[in-house]
């Protein structure tokens, strides 16, 4: 939390400021953006897990980023949430791409997800 990592460096500064009186350091938080993470058992994973799966004739890769994305806003909104996309790379970089076919398989996992954890399917 905001308030941990504040609390984290404030200790820090007391630290050093015991062994220098002359040191002077204040900590301001700003921006404080919630970490977010998944269970890989959490139905939302499984259910995107097995339409890609069948989509893409292979189990997608599971794995976990360190950047931060609009899915903590997501799930502390309590709308569970996965991150799921094209193959690409160079992601918000001066080249940057995903492959055409990628995004029809993309379009294709997600709507077949939405309807199978909406229980419309």
């Known amino acids: 939390t905001g308030e941990s990592v504040a609390a984290e460096l404030q200790a820090i500064i007391h630290k050093i400021a015991a062994g220098d009186p002359d040191f002077r ?5 700003g921006l404080v953006r919630l970490p977010y993470e998944v269970a890989k058992n959490a139905e939302i994973v499984q259910t995107v897990k097995k339409a890609a799966a069948r989509r893409l004739n292979r189990e997608p890769t599971l794995r976990g980023d360190a950047y931060w994305t609009d899915c903590a806003l ?5 709308i569970p949430t996965v991150m799921f996309g094209p193959d690409g790379h160079g992601a918000h970089a ?3 791409w995903v492959e055409e076919a990628s ?4 379009a294709d996992v997600l709507t077949e997800a939405i309807l199978e954890f909406s229980g419309k399917k």
Do not use: R
């Open 94 to 96: 001066a080249e940057e």
């Open 25 to 29: 350091a204040e900590v301001i938080t």
């Open 74 to 78: 997501l799930s502390a909104a309590g």
């Open 103 to 106: 995004i029809h398989a993309v």
